[in-house]
């Protein structure tokens, strides 16, 4: 499965598109598991993840953030 468009410039992440012909189901799986937004939802927000966390919690805060401004 080829993958043409992926925001996620982390091409050294073995779950990254380029890096197999799963697409982004590998990404997806691994976020789940641990409970945390992909990088191409995070690349949707004006601001950037200060925190160095991917969860799901903290991708609210930020949502809630940039809804406050």
Sequence with gaps: MKVDFCTCGDTSCPN????????????ILKNLQEREIPACFWHTLKTENVKDSWHYEDFAEKVMEENDK
Excluded: R
């Design 16 to 27: 990254h598109p380029s890096n197999h012909d799963l697409g982004c189901t590998p990404c």
